[in-house]
């Protein structure tokens, strides 16, 4: 065989592999080194990819596999490889953040006092997550386009009108003119980050499970703030639609503003997919009832599952202040981040003489709000 045969055969060997695990992750029946596996996988398909493309010219670059199994890039796509401007979408389900706080942990703290910090990379995928289990899992950052920046300012374009007047044009008539227009803004990725209180150096060496928990809690905290970011930059953005609710809030005024909202997004021609609620007004709807003292949003038994408003996928969370709700058209938003991922520091200096260490985890994340006139914050007032 020939090198490009090689690697064909290579890649083909592969996808059927992967396809095999993907098989046994639907049937829910994957073990953790099989989900290992499947990762190495997907490192060695985008590597021998990465060899094919250098075989053909520069046209063939677009047609560059996006994925494990066979997935091909869209025409005029670029291929989902790491690196500055390359997009995709957040995995940071409870697998992947277990996987990645492991990383953290492991060398252990023991290599990263040798080395003084270590990175955990923020990896995209090609496609969000299939499923809004999984999603609400992965966290709010995982709904949204990824883009990495390589710098802390960019420019990014905002859609500020959108006026579609096509129509039926008689032979010879004059073609109506639609507007659409848009302006450079200027993004600047924030800083997200925390530290621990000092520990004890030999503790921290000796106690696998205290390095775990510590990277873990360090990386969620960085997650979960920038998911609070994100949401403030996207309500506070100029030209985001409002619906209020009149004075006195009730389960059923809660419903109608949200529909509102979704109304209002639609009367402009986007199409909102997303609803973002705080924990305390989600149970205020969902334990709302009727005058039969039926519960409006069904039976406690009825096994319903992830939560829902109006058939949109709903996420519930904290970050999300009480008493507001967004509905949201997925596209019309974009998570900025840089390279560097999420990455772990430590200090073993400033706490020499009490032999302590201390760990700082930060990131840099933001929201592009590209299209804010298909947003909409529902107030509901009480």
């Given at each position: 065989m020939d090198t490009k045969s090689t690697l064909e055969a290579d890649l083909a060997s592969i996808q059927v592999k992967a396809a095999e695990?993907?098989?046994r992750a639907k049937a829910g029946t994957m073990t953790d080194t099989e989900l290992v596996e499947l990762k190495d996988l997907a490192d060695r398909a985008t590597v021998v990819k990465a060899?094919?493309?250098?075989?053909?010219?520069?046209?063939?670059?677009?047609?560059?596999?996006?994925?494990?199994?066979?997935?091909?890039?869209?025409?005029?796509?670029?291929?989902?490889?790491?690196?500055?401007?390359?997009?995709?979408?957040?995995?940071?389900?409870?697998?992947r953040a277990g996987e990645m706080a492991a990383k953290m942990a492991a060398p252990g703290v023991k290599a990263i006092l040798a080395a003084g910090?270590?990175?955990?990379?923020?990896?995209?995928?090609?496609?969000?997550?299939?499923?809004?289990?999984a999603r609400m899992a992965a966290g709010l950052l995982s709904y949204f386009e990824v883009k990495k920046q390589s710098g802390a300012d960019y420019k990014y374009i905002r859609q500020t009108v959108r006026t579609s007047n096509a129509a039926v044009v008689a032979v010879g008539g004059v073609k109506p003119t639609s507007v659409f227009?848009?302006?450079?803004?200027?993004?600047?990725?924030?800083?997200?980050?925390?530290?621990?209180?000092?520990?004890?150096?030999?503790?921290l060496e000796d106690a696998d499970e205290l390095q775990a928990f510590l990277a873990t809690e360090?990386?969620?905290?960085?997650?979960?703030?920038?998911?609070?970011?994100?949401?403030?930059?996207?309500?506070?953005?100029s030209g985001v639609q409002t619906v209020t609710t009149s004075a006195g809030f009730t389960a059923i005024k809660g419903y109608d503003a949200v529909h509102n909202g979704i109304v209002k997004s639609q009367s402009l021609g986007y199409s909102p997919d997303l609803i973002v609620i705080n924990?305390?007004?989600?149970?205020?709807?969902?334990?709302?009832?009727?005058?039969?003292?039926?519960?409006?949003?069904?039976?406690?038994?009825?096994?319903?599952?992830?939560?829902?408003?109006?058939?949109?996928?709903?996420?519930?969370?904290?970050?999300?202040?009480?008493?507001?709700?967004?509905?949201?058209?997925?596209?019309?938003?974009?998570?900025?981040?840089?390279?560097?991922?999420?990455?772990?520091?430590?200090?073993?200096?400033?706490?020499?003489?009490?032999?302590?260490?201390?760990?700082?985890?930060?990131g840099r994340f933001t929201a592009d709000v590209r299209q804010p006139a298909g947003i909409v914050l529902v107030t509901l007032t009480a």
């Open positions: 695990l993907g098989q060899k094919l493309v250098g075989l053909k010219n520069a046209d063939g670059m677009a047609a560059l596999a996006a994925g494990v199994a066979g997935h091909e890039a869209a025409p005029g796509a670029r291929a989902d490889l790491p690196g500055r401007g390359s997009k995709g979408y957040l995995n940071l389900s409870r697998e910090s270590t990175g955990i990379g923020v990896d995209l995928e090609p496609e969000p997550l299939r499923t809004p289990g227009t848009a302006e450079d803004v200027a993004g600047h990725l924030d800083v997200i980050a925390h530290v621990s209180e000092p520990i004890d150096k030999f503790l360090l990386f969620d905290g960085v997650v979960n703030a920038a998911e609070r970011r994100v949401l403030a930059t996207i309500a506070a953005t924990p305390v007004d989600y149970e205020a709807l969902r334990l709302g009832k009727n005058a039969q003292n039926d519960y409006i949003g069904g039976s406690p038994f009825d096994g319903s599952g992830d939560p829902q408003l109006w058939d949109r996928e709903t996420f519930v969370t904290p970050a999300q202040p009480q008493g507001k709700v967004l509905v949201v058209p997925r596209t019309a938003v974009r998570v900025s981040t840089d390279e560097a991922g999420i990455r772990t520091d430590a200090d073993p200096i400033s706490g020499f003489d009490r032999n302590t260490v201390r760990f700082r985890t930060e």
